[in-house]
């Protein structure tokens, strides 16, 4: 995806793209890497609801398949009342990619919109530290 794009605005355009025919609740992520390359993913249920992919896993994987591994802006987007945040499986996901201090924005397609960061929705996440051998 182009360079430069407002990550909400690929949110909403791949939003569209969503399959959620059981929960009737589309999501739309962005995110952008550290080469200024956006990636994007929608929801994705299936008959087996609630199996599925979410949004920001489907854009993460998106991003692994290309060859990057560093997140630095997110942005998610449903309509919903009020911002949606990513789950909790998405949170450590998006900190597997991100540091903490990565800005994540929440909208709505209504246009209201939550900033915070990835360490802040994730606090005394499960990292990599914790695999090490003293």
Do not use: W
């Not at 959620?20 to 994007?40: E, H, I, Q």
């Not at 998106?62 to 911002?83: H, L, Q």
């Not at 994540?104 to 996440?125: H, K, Y």
């Amino acid at each position: 995806m182009e360079m430069g794009m407002s990550l909400i605005k690929a949110a909403r355009t791949v939003r569209e793209n969503a399959y959620a025919p059981y929960s009737k609740f589309k999501v739309g992520a962005a995110l952008r890497t550290a080469s200024g390359k956006v990636y994007v993913g929608c929801n994705v249920e299936n008959v087996a609801y609630p199996e599925g992919t979410c949004a920001e896993a489907g854009a993460i994987a998106a991003m692994i398949a290309a060859g990057e591994t560093e997140i630095v802006e997110v942005a998610v987007i449903a309509d919903s009342p009020k911002p949606v945040t990513p789950c909790g499986g998405c949170r450590q996901k998006l900190a597997e990619f991100a540091a903490g201090d990565v800005p994540l924005t929440m909208a709505t397609t209504t246009g209201t919109e939550e900033r915070t960061t990835v360490g802040a929705l994730l606090p005394g996440s499960f990292d990599s530290d914790h695999m090490s051998k003293v």
